[in-house]
């Protein structure tokens, strides 16, 4: 019969290859970055914990203390631990890590330098006391430096999870000497290469934070943008946002 057309025709398989072709090219382009977005949305919910936790475990340091510099250094790591432990109702155990030189910078290339103070690498000569661990992972490691003060550093998925990069999972806290309240690193006391001229072999260096950048410790002064939500290398973005 004439103008008959068949109820049951459908794609050819060349019609149904084209259509899988193109829905495998879109896949391929959108799952990287969704699942980056969910990777930097995760950090900022830990990073955000972990803060949280910190400030309430050294709220009260300038009423205990009145001053904290690195001769109360013991007294200081027992105290916020202790303080860590009543926030975090759970099993909490202590580590002796070491990662030294498997840290990455903010723009996740390997770093170049040692960090001083760098709290989780207990061989670094850095008067290193104890770690921390969360039932979640959340690590925290408190430090001392004669010259700098007390430290506290934070991997906030734990060092077995990557990318162990600064400014992405590793932060850096600091507790003023003056005053015993907690703040964070802005500058840094690192190692002087050959070509350096520095007194006793270190030397302060601004802190950098920002992806375009290849300095060696890129990142180390990335916590107070996260803090402040602030993405470093455009106003117009969150912190968590604009993560490399």
Same mark, same amino acid.
């Given at each position: 019969?004439?103008?008959?057309?068949?109820?049951?025709?459908?794609?050819?398989?060349?019609?149904?290859? /084209?259509?899988?072709?193109?829905?495998? =090219? =879109?896949?391929?382009?959108?799952?990287?970055?969704?699942?980056?977005?969910?990777?930097?949305?995760?950090?900022?919910?830990?990073?955000?914990?972990?803060?949280?936790?910190?400030?309430?475990?050294?709220?009260?340091?300038?009423?205990?203390?009145?001053?904290?510099?690195?001769?109360?250094?013991?007294?200081?790591?027992?105290?916020?631990?202790?303080?860590?432990?009543? =926030?975090?109702?759970?099993?909490?155990?202590?580590?002796? /890590?070491?990662?030294?030189?498997?840290?990455?910078?903010?723009?996740?290339? +390997?770093?170049? @330098?040692? /960090?001083?103070?760098?709290?989780?690498?207990?061989?670094?000569?850095?008067?290193?006391?104890?770690? /921390?661990?969360?039932?979640?992972?959340?690590?925290?490691?408190?430090?001392?430096? +004669? @010259?700098?003060?007390?430290?506290?550093?934070?991997?906030?998925?734990?060092?077995?999870?990557?990318?162990?990069?600064?400014?992405?999972?590793?932060?850096?806290?600091?507790?003023?000497?003056?005053?015993?309240?907690?703040?964070? $690193?802005?500058?840094? $006391?690192? #190692?002087?290469?050959?070509?350096?001229?520095?007194?006793?072999?270190?030397? $302060?260096?601004?802190?950098?934070?920002?992806?375009?950048?290849?300095?060696?410790?890129?990142?180390?002064?990335?916590? @107070?943008?996260?803090?402040?939500?602030?993405?470093?290398? #455009?106003?117009?973005?969150?912190? $968590?946002?604009?993560?490399?």
């Amino acid at each position: 019969m004439r103008g008959y057309k068949n109820q049951y025709a459908g794609f050819t398989l060349a019609e149904v290859l /084209i259509t899988l072709g193109i829905i495998g =090219v =879109v896949a391929a382009m959108t799952i990287p970055t969704l699942i980056s977005k969910y990777r930097h949305k995760e950090y900022e919910t830990r990073f955000k914990k972990a803060n949280s936790m910190l400030a309430q475990a050294t709220s009260d340091l300038p009423i205990e203390y009145g001053s904290c510099d690195a001769s109360n250094a013991q007294s200081l790591n027992d105290y916020i631990f202790g303080k860590l432990k009543s =926030v975090n109702s759970g099993s909490l155990r202590s580590n002796d /890590i070491s990662y030294k030189d498997k840290f990455k910078t903010y723009s996740l290339q +390997n770093t170049t @330098s040692v /960090i001083h103070p760098n709290c989780f690498d207990s061989s670094a000569n850095q008067g290193a006391y104890n770690y /921390i661990v969360t039932p979640d992972g959340i690590t925290f490691s408190f430090c001392t430096n +004669n @010259s700098v003060g007390n430290s506290i550093s934070v991997d906030i998925n734990g060092v077995n999870k990557g990318p162990n990069a600064f400014g992405h999972d590793l932060f850096f806290f600091r507790i003023l000497p003056d005053d015993c309240k907690l703040s964070y $690193w802005q500058s840094q $006391w690192r #190692d002087c290469t050959d070509d350096e001229k520095c007194d006793e072999y270190f030397q $302060w260096t601004d802190g950098v934070c920002s992806k375009s950048s290849k300095a060696g410790d890129n990142g180390f002064a990335c916590t @107070s943008y996260a803090i402040a939500n602030k993405c470093p290398d #455009d106003d117009g973005k969150g912190y $968590w946002d604009c993560l490399p």
